[in-house]
């Protein structure tokens, strides 16, 4: 924890920019459009100011990789080269493992399996290592893909795998392999060279396998993926995505093209911000994924009819989501695999400069060429003009125009016009949809608050560690906080950021035991189990020379405290009031701190008040007397309190 630096471990998954003393990008976490996920590297922490998602480098990997709190520390131990020693888990551990947990581990043995088969086994030897030397790949290039061979027996892979310990059930579940009507387990890929898909966090997800060429004559289907598994969603994943995610961030541009091969060659030539979408439309998930990272994409791919196809394709989807497009048509007779082995990275790169075009004249120049009947260049223009109108930003879009005008023929004012229309229709479309999806939150909210509230919260198979959210941030919980619980959330962030400071009471005393003495006085805890360990904590340790309440509470070996005293020491970053004198500070913590004190009184009266007038509302003739008089009782007592912060009811 201590050698994790968060700007390193948040830079594998978004591009950042310095901001002041922080950074900033867009969030990983939901659909970003504006940057407003900032990462503090003096704190060692970041946080989503939209959606209240971040956390210390160990509860990002945690929530990013959907990853346990032990797998979140050793997924840092490798990247930072650290060992990690470990028992042998018991039989009983083995059993309590999560199903994805047991997929990952089966997906990397089957990888070491087909690796192990290409070098070490006769046909592994014979038939799928000349087919990579026959691509021209490097041995160094083959390992760094962890590519495979899968052998013709189709049953080898399974009796292999049982043998081993592994059970069938998750040889089906990861899409390895399949059942036939007669019960037998077979190797989905047998006969194929392997590319496995690395996922963005470094593990196995799935595998892709290809016929060899000698046996690809009349075959319908060359390329075999996996299913769909828990683990592996088509929609959600990029091939290279794992080794390419460091490049893309420091070259602030992506190379996406069509197939494994590509991706292989363009790595072994040099150029390593590459990834492919394995022939089919873009998706928004990862359209989001390659945004968090670059705002730049050059689509790259041959020259034939499924090439400029596959360029057109998701093509709008990154306009609409504020992509700055280039494309690169290859040469004729070359596709980025035949290409990168013909150059050199540097050369390679030149020839992309020189030749890549924006996305809007390349898509003119297709749509409009030899294009003579009147009613199919109007439709071509309006199809044009529709990926005009999905640029964002007004002085990007009017150059647009301007481009418009002169390939089109056309006059300014007819293209602004129609360009207008279909901004108009976007966001009547927009419009409409958002009102589905208020409509099904506003459905989901109230089947929310009628299920029982201890429901506990599971994701991922895990329990999610309990986050503290202040009064004054946006909670991504589904349940708002209610009024005592954002005045006990202000109360623990002052004891986090503010525990250790002496306040001038008589006898002096610091803030963290000032509020324990308050509570304790009235016998009174706080509603969340976490803010009573820490106000404990905090009581404890305040006096210890040398304690700092947030350096404490960060570093913290509980990660459910560490995790929610960071929310809190985020948010007060942006709350904290400008430097002032020592004496000043601890007398405007005390107002503030006896503030609350009252609010927190008079907040819990409210409450009971509530509670006591429903009660008096439903009590029988021979219970109204006593209902009345706890009523009063409690109203009393609310205006006494009501009077102290200047309030009456």
């Given at each position: 924890?201590?050698?994790a ?18 950074y ?76 994805r ?39 160094d ?16 892979l ?42 963005q ?7 892709g ?10 075959v ?33 541009n992506?190379?996406?093209?069509e ?19 394995s ?10 994924i390659?945004?968090?990272?670059t ?11 499924a ?8 093509t ?13 048509i ?5 596709d ?23 996305f809007?004249?390349?898509?003119c120049?297709?749509?409009?060429n ?6 199919k ?6 199809n ?6 999905l ?43 958002e ?46 906080l ?11 962030r ?18 963290a035991?000032?509020?324990a ?38 570093k ?6 560490s ?62 007397l ?24």
């Open positions: 924890m201590d050698a630096d968060i700007v390193d471990v948040v830079s594998d998954f978004v591009s950042l920019k310095k901001a002041g003393a922080n900033k990008g867009l969030c990983p976490f939901h659909n970003d459009r504006t940057p407003s996920f900032i990462v503090s590297r003096a704190k060692n922490y970041c946080k989503c100011f939209s959606c209240g998602k971040g956390g210390s480098p160990v509860g990002f990997i945690m929530e990013h990789e959907q990853l346990s709190y032990p797998e979140a520390l050793k997924y840092l131990a490798r990247k930072y080269n650290i060992e990690v020693q470990e028992r042998e888990m018991t039989d009983e551990e083995k059993k309590a493992q999560t199903l947990e047991s997929l990952f581990i089966v997906n990397e043995w089957v990888a070491d399996y087909y690796a192990d088969q290409l070098h070490n086994s006769v046909d592994g030897a014979s038939i799928g290592m000349p087919y990579f030397r026959s691509r021209g790949f490097r041995d290039i083959i390992e760094k893909f962890k590519l495979g061979f899968a052998p013709s027996d189709r049953k080898l399974a009796k292999t795998a049982k043998g081993k310990g592994y059970k069938e059930e998750y040889l089906e579940k990861t899409g390895t392999c399949y059942k036939t009507d007669r019960g037998e387990l077979i190797d989905r890929f047998a006969g194929r060279v392997i590319f496995p898909w690395i996922g966090s470094g593990k196995i997800i799935g595998f396998g290809r016929l060899l060429d000698s046996r690809t004559k009349g319908s289907q060359k390329y075999v993926n996996s299913p769909e598994t828990d683990i592996y969603k088509k929609d959600s994943e990029l091939y290279g995505i794992f080794l390419a995610k460091k490049a893309i961030a420091k070259e602030n992506v190379y996406m093209v197939g494994y091969t590509d991706v292989i060659s363009m790595h072994q030539c040099g150029i390593e911000n590459v990834v492919a979408n022939g089919t439309a873009l998706s928004k998930k990862q359209i989001a390659l945004h968090r990272l705002p730049n994409i050059t689509l790259l791919y041959d020259g034939d009819e090439g400029i196809h596959a360029a057109m394709r998701g709008d989807m990154l306009l609409s989501d504020g992509m700055n497009i280039k494309v690169l290859l040469p004729d007779g070359d980025p695999d035949s290409f990168a082995k013909k150059h050199s990275a540097e050369e390679f790169r030149e020839y992309v400069e020189k030749h890549q075009t924006d809007i004249d390349f898509k120049s297709i749509m409009l030899n294009v003579t009947d009147p009613i260049r109007a439709e071509a223009i309006d044009v003009l529709q990926s005009v109108a640029i964002k930003d007004q002085i990007k879009r009017s150059m647009y125009v301007t481009l418009c005008v002169n390939k089109l023929g056309l006059k300014e004012e007819v293209i602004i016009r129609r360009v207008n229309k279909f901004i108009h229709d976007n966001i009547e479309q927009r419009r409409k949809q009102e589905r999806e208020k409509e099904l939150e506003k459905m989901e909210q109230e089947r929310y608050s009628a299920a029982p509230d201890n429901a506990e919260n599971v994701s991922g198979g895990r329990v999610s560690p309990p986050i503290a959210t202040s009064a004054t941030s946006q909670t991504s919980q589904n349940k708002k209610t009024k005592l619980q954002e005045i006990e959330s202000s109360i623990v002052l004891v986090v950021c503010n525990g250790e400071s002496l306040l001038p009471t008589d006898p002096p005393a610091t803030l035991e000032i509020v003495a308050s509570f304790a006085e009235d016998d009174l805890e706080f509603s969340n189990p976490i803010f009573n360990q820490i106000l404990m904590k905090a009581a404890e340790q305040s006096r210890t020379d040398g304690f700092v309440a947030e350096q404490y509470f960060s913290h070996e509980d990660f459910s405290i995790s929610a005293a960071m929310q809190f020491i985020m948010d007060n970053e942006n709350m904290a009031p400008t430097e002032m004198e020592e004496e000043k500070k601890n007398s405007l913590l005390l107002q503030n701190i006896n503030h609350l004190f009252i609010e927190h009184r008079l907040q819990m009266i409210s409450d009971q008040l509530a509670e006591a007038k429903a009660q008096l509302a439903n009590a029988s003739p021979a219970e109204m006593d209902a009345m008089k706890r009523y009063k009782e409690l109203k009393n007592i609310h205006n006494q309190i009501a009077a102290l912060v200047g309030r009456s009811r």
